[in-house]
């Protein structure tokens, strides 16, 4: 059979292909000359021309072997084939003159010799003899041939390990990534492809003056942090360690691989210039407003005005406003209506129930169910202790005693409730005391925490004690000054429990979008996209497996870095810790451990889970009704059945992942430059098994993408409303005696919303976290690929099949255990279903969700 199938390939004269892709014209309106000056290139004989390169027969130059290349080829028709003026797809025809000594494609070469780049998509082989299709997925920018060095090369969608790889095909596979890591020099630009590493050291902004300058993170023992993709851009004027920064007045447009940039639907397109219009127009023409006639919300009232009616503004501010924002992108991002300004949509806190968030049962659930669930722990010890150097601050031993807890623990003592695993504590007190003197040399003013729980016979856990501390005045070599709060239903003592609560949340608030959200999210990812893209070749099945894990992270990261962790950026706005925000951030990394990453593990550490053989997978939650732990171990298996099942395919023995020179080199690399600074911890695993290979894989895609959607998608549900999830707190708590006291006795609101989020931050803030909870029209979610023909192995594609079907019973599942009534803690008492591990979601503000990548 195959001989014939041979006969007939030698007698075949030519081979149909088609392609797909996407015009220049189509994706940037501002560059409709691109069409034009493409057309008449086409006239004088300049076109796209492609060329097949054997996988089977070689050529020679002495050590240099390289696949045969089959004659040039011609997209054919592209002035007749016309491109809809949306945002499409172009299907082309192609014709390869057939020639024997080729074989079986395994790769092409295309040249682009138009006057603007298009985004290729695919090129598909249509019954090459003895084979069937051959596909080629492509998804990536192909430049002029005069910006760049050498003709694009695409694989196809076979799968090989370095060793396996055909010896024609290798030079290239070789030279491929040699191309992507670039040589470490100069300033990259937009045709560049190249994943290089570089320190935050473009957060900083000292020639705008000495208020701007922050400290380089990364390279250091005392501000480590993880590596971010390399621009290349020179450095200040002032600073020779600081990367200068783009001009506002240019663009957002910073350097990242043009592959890695949004796609042309995404609506994260559409953020780029939502943020950048808040950061230009919105923010001062409403600091300007706000200077001259400064408000405050005076009850809840005013803030659900926000939601009802909006913020009234005079019309020459508007005006301005409208002038130089586009309409249709006011109308959306901005939701203007005759004379009112930032209406925003109704938060699902409040949409039931507009007081239920003020309940010490919510406040509770919100740690097990909310956007930041990833902090409680099980306390074993009363009074809880400190892991702060005691030579440095003292004595930071908690003083909440057993007094403060043993009347409110439904009949049992202490030392019962702690053998009963009962006390549970969300702790922020060590992350903050080491920062708090300067923050609150800041306009914050605000405590470090510690808050004790219990829980319920019902699985529902309550309050029992806050404790809000502060730097001892003498010197933090003296500890700390504390005060302990209880609950209090009625009075003024209820009103000082609702600020205690207060305080708390705002500590909660900004250790989320610092820590929980941005750090072990968004930047711990961000170098392995970097290496995988530098190390592993694109027929590499690991980069097959987390390729689709790392869309759109650089490109978001880039944006946070110019507009929203940088100097004087949204967060250091909007966010307590204000201008040592990200500094906190990196001394906190310092206690980062990539195998505790894994959700058991974390669990485990946490004390909220204990391995227990006779439990679903091996562990039993201290808390059964845990949503967040419940449905993440659901995720988390699944991913990792699937990571088992695609890993063993490609790697039958641990040998041959000791032998993998690709694999070890990318792994090298991730522990020794991406996250550089931790390169000498123990606890690194060594990949030298398929086990360690599946736990790291595992990991990856879990950050990437469940836990990611887990702190990100429920930002504008739960902190919309901002009274719920205040980020800043402005004064301490007031003194008996005080004109604050009095007033918390007179206008208890007024007195808890002069405490926390100004009115002008919490504008601005509710604007971005809408943005940036929202889903794009073109996500892809969990369990799914952008195309079906991502590989041609069919054992793999049969793993993925059954790892979507798992994902749909999870789907099933959480529905069901939503709607039961048994689990009080999935619902609460604001009404709001747990749905932020639910896998798949429509677009916009949905609370539910799980992207494959960090994209936004």
Request: include cysteine.
């Given at each position: 059979?195959f001989?014939?199938d041979v006969e007939?390939?030698?007698k075949?004269?030519?081979i149909?292909?088609?392609v797909i892709?996407m015009?220049?014209?189509?994706?940037d309106?501002?560059?409709l000359s691109?069409?034009?000056?493409?057309?008449?290139?086409?006239?004088?004989?300049?076109?796209v021309?492609?060329q097949?390169?054997?996988?089977?027969?070689?050529?020679?130059?002495?050590n240099?072997?390289?696949?045969k290349?089959?004659?040039s080829?011609?997209?054919?028709?592209w002035?007749?084939?016309?491109?809809?003026?949306k945002?499409?797809?172009?299907?082309?025809?192609?014709?390869?003159?057939?020639?024997?000594?080729?074989?079986i494609?395994?790769?092409?070469?295309?040249?682009?010799?138009?006057?603007?780049?298009?985004?290729?998509?695919?090129?598909?082989?249509?019954s090459?003899?003895?084979h069937?299709d051959?596909?080629?997925?492509?998804?990536?920018?192909?430049y002029?041939?005069r910006k760049?060095?050498?003709?694009?090369?695409f694989?196809s969608?076979?799968?090989?390990?370095?060793?396996q790889?055909p010896?024609?095909?290798l030079?290239?596979?070789?030279e491929?990534?040699?191309?992507l890591r670039?040589?470490g020099?100069?300033?990259?630009?937009?045709?560049?492809?190249?994943?290089d590493?570089?320190?935050y050291n473009?957060?900083?902004?000292?020639?705008?003056?000495?208020?701007y300058a922050r400290?380089?993170?990364g390279?250091?023992?005392?501000?480590p942090?993880?590596?971010?993709g390399?621009?290349g851009?020179?450095?200040?004027?002032s600073?020779?360690?600081?990367?200068s920064?783009?001009?506002?007045?240019?663009s957002?447009?910073?350097?990242?691989?043009?592959d890695?940039?949004?796609?042309?639907l995404k609506?994260?397109?559409?953020?780029a210039?939502?943020?950048?219009?808040?950061?230009?127009?919105v923010?001062p023409?409403?600091?300007s407003?706000f200077d001259?006639?400064?408000?405050?919300?005076?009850?809840f009232?005013?803030?659900?005005?926000?939601?009802?009616g909006?913020i009234?503004?005079?019309?020459?501010i508007?005006?301005?406003?409208?002038d130089?924002?586009?309409?249709?992108l006011?109308?959306?991002?901005l939701?203007?209506?005759?004379?009112?300004?930032?209406?925003?949509?109704?938060?699902?806190?409040?949409?039931?129930?507009?007081?239920?968030?003020r309940?010490?049962?919510?406040?509770?659930?919100?740690?097990?169910?909310?956007?930041n669930?990833v902090?409680?722990?099980c306390?074993?010890e009363l009074?809880?202790?400190?892991?702060l150097d005691?030579?440095?601050?003292?004595?930071q031993?908690?003083?909440?005693?057993k007094?403060?807890?043993?009347s409110?623990?439904?009949g049992?003592t202490?030392?019962e409730?702690?053998?009963?695993k009962?006390?549970?504590?969300?702790?922020?007190?060590d992350?903050?005391?080491?920062?708090?003197?300067?923050?609150?040399s800041t306009?914050?003013?605000?405590?470090?925490?510690?808050?004790i729980?219990?829980?319920?016979?019902?699985g529902?856990?309550k309050?029992?004690?806050?404790?809000?501390?502060?730097?001892?005045p003498?010197g933090?070599?003296?500890?700390?000054?504390?005060?302990?709060y209880?609950?209090?239903?009625?009075?003024?003592e209820?009103?000082?429990?609702q600020l205690?609560?207060?305080y708390?949340?705002?500590?909660?608030?900004g250790?989320?979008?610092?820590i929980s959200?941005?750090?072990?999210?968004?930047?711990?990812i961000?170098?392995?996209?970097?290496?995988?893209?530098?190390?592993?070749?694109?027929?590499h099945?690991?980069h097959?497996?987390?390729?689709?894990?790392?869309?759109?992270?650089?490109?978001?990261?880039a944006?946070a870095?110019?507009?929203?962790?940088n100097a004087?950026?949204?967060?250091?706005?909007?966010?307590?810790?204000?201008?040592?925000s990200?500094?906190?951030?990196?001394?906190?990394?310092?206690?980062?451990?990539?195998p505790?990453?894994?959700?058991?593990?974390d669990l485990?550490?946490?004390?909220?889970a204990?391995?227990?053989?006779?439990?679903p997978?091996?562990?039993?939650l201290?808390?059964?009704d845990?949503?967040?732990?419940?449905?993440?171990l659901?995720?988390?298996f699944?991913?990792?059945?699937w990571?088992?099942d695609?890993?063993?395919f490609?790697?039958?023995?641990?040998d041959?992942i000791k032998?993998?020179l690709?694999l070890?080199s990318?792994?090298k690399?991730?522990?020794?430059?991406g996250?550089?600074d931790?390169?000498?911890e123990?606890?690194?695993?060594?990949?030298?098994s398929?086990?360690?290979?599946?736990?790291?894989?595992?990991i990856?895609?879990?950050?990437?993408?469940?836990?990611?959607?887990?702190?990100?998608?429920g930002?504008?549900?739960?902190a919309?409303f901002?009274?719920?999830?205040?980020?800043?707190?402005?004064?301490l708590?007031?003194?008996?005696?005080?004109?604050?006291?009095?007033?918390?006795?007179?206008?208890?609101?007024?007195?808890?919303?002069?405490?926390?989020?100004?009115?002008?931050?919490t504008?601005?803030?509710?604007?971005l976290?809408?943005?940036?909870?929202?889903?794009s029209?073109?996500?892809?979610?969990l369990?799914q690929?952008?195309?079906?023909n991502?590989?041609?192995?069919?054992?793999?594609?049969?793993a993925?099949?059954?790892f979507?079907?798992?994902?749909?019973q999870?789907?099933?599942?959480i529905?069901?255990?939503?709607?039961d009534?048994?689990?009080?803690?999935?619902?609460?008492?604001?009404?709001?279903?747990?749905t932020?591990l639910?896998?798949?979601s429509?677009?916009?503000l949905?609370?539910?969700?799980?992207?494959?990548?960090?994209?936004i």
């Open positions: 059979m001989v014939n007939k390939m030698r075949r004269e030519s149909e292909a088609r892709l015009k220049k014209n189509v994706l309106f501002n560059d691109a069409s034009l000056l493409d057309r008449l290139h086409e006239f004088l004989g300049k076109r021309s492609l097949l390169i054997s996988s089977v027969h070689a050529h020679s130059a002495g240099d072997i390289r696949g290349l089959g004659k080829a011609y997209l054919e028709d002035i007749s084939t016309i491109t809809p003026l945002a499409g797809e172009s299907a082309f025809k192609v014709t390869f003159d057939w020639d024997e000594d080729i074989g494609p395994g790769a092409f070469l295309i040249r682009n010799d138009h006057h603007s780049e298009f985004f290729l998509k695919s090129l598909t082989l249509e090459v003899p003895g069937g051959i596909h080629f997925i492509c998804n990536s920018w192909v002029p041939a760049s060095k050498t003709d694009r090369i694989f969608n076979k799968t090989y390990l370095p060793s790889t010896v024609p095909l030079k290239y596979r070789e491929e990534l040699e191309n670039g040589n020099r100069g300033t990259l630009e937009e045709w560049d492809r190249v994943y590493y570089a320190y473009d957060l900083s902004d000292p020639d705008k003056g000495p208020q400290p380089v993170l390279g250091s023992t005392e501000y942090y993880p590596r971010r390399r621009t851009r020179p450095p200040t004027k600073d020779a360690k600081s990367e920064r783009l001009n506002f007045a240019m957002l447009d910073i350097y990242v691989p043009r890695e940039r949004f796609g042309h609506l994260a397109d559409f953020l210039n939502a943020l950048k219009s808040l950061v230009q127009v923010k023409e409403l600091e407003l001259s006639t400064p408000e405050e919300f005076d009850s009232e005013d803030v659900f005005k926000l939601y009802e909006g009234k503004v005079p019309e020459g508007l005006k301005n406003i409208r130089k924002i586009p309409a249709e006011l109308k959306e991002i939701r203007t209506d005759g004379e009112r300004f930032l209406k925003f949509p109704l938060p699902q806190v409040i949409k039931e129930d507009k007081s239920a968030w309940t010490d049962e919510e406040f509770s659930r919100e740690m097990l169910a909310g956007v669930p902090i409680i722990r306390l074993q009074p809880p202790t400190s892991k005691t030579k440095v601050y003292g004595d031993t908690s003083t909440i005693r007094k403060h807890i043993e409110n623990i439904d049992l202490v030392d409730a702690i053998r009963q009962r006390f549970f504590i969300l702790d922020h007190h992350a903050l005391i080491p920062y708090l003197r300067k923050i609150n306009s914050t003013k605000t405590y470090a925490s510690r808050t729980l219990f829980l319920q016979n019902d529902t856990l309050p029992l004690a806050i404790e809000l501390s502060l730097p001892h003498e933090d070599q003296y500890g700390v000054i504390s005060k302990v209880t609950p209090a239903k009625e009075g003024v209820n009103t000082i429990w205690a609560k207060a708390v949340a705002v500590n909660d608030s250790y989320h979008q610092l959200h941005w750090l072990n999210t968004h930047a711990v961000e170098p392995f996209v970097i290496a995988t893209n530098r190390q592993l070749s694109v027929l099945p690991i097959k497996l987390l390729h689709p894990h790392f869309r759109d992270t650089m490109n978001i990261n944006l870095r110019q507009i929203l962790i004087g950026g949204f967060v250091e706005a909007t966010v307590f810790p204000s201008k040592y990200m500094e906190m951030s990196s001394v906190i990394y310092k206690n980062w451990v990539f505790d990453q894994a959700l058991p593990v485990i550490k946490r004390g909220m204990v391995e227990d053989s006779r439990c997978h091996g562990l039993r201290v808390i059964e845990y949503p967040y732990a419940v449905d993440g659901e995720i988390w699944a991913i990792k059945k990571v088992q695609y890993c063993s490609y790697y039958k023995e641990d041959t032998k993998d690709e070890q990318w792994w690399e991730i522990r020794e430059e996250h550089g931790k390169k000498n123990p606890w690194w695993p060594k990949i030298q398929g086990e360690e290979l599946v736990e790291v894989c595992t990856i895609i879990w950050v990437a993408s469940a836990l990611h959607a887990a702190t990100n998608f930002q504008y549900p739960y919309g901002l009274p719920n999830r205040p980020t800043i707190s402005r004064r708590m007031p003194e008996e005696g005080s004109v604050e006291y009095d007033e918390l006795v007179g206008n208890p609101e007024k007195a808890f919303l002069k405490t926390i989020t100004a009115q002008l931050p504008l601005i803030g509710i604007s976290i809408e943005i940036l909870s929202r889903h029209s073109d996500e892809v979610y369990g690929r952008d195309t079906p991502w590989t041609c192995d069919v054992e793999p594609l049969e993925f099949n059954k979507g079907k798992r994902l749909t999870i789907e099933e599942k529905v069901t255990m939503n709607n009534g048994k689990h009080k803690n999935r619902v609460g008492p604001v009404n709001m279903p747990y932020l639910y896998p798949t429509k677009a916009g949905t609370g539910m969700g799980i992207p494959n990548s960090v994209s």
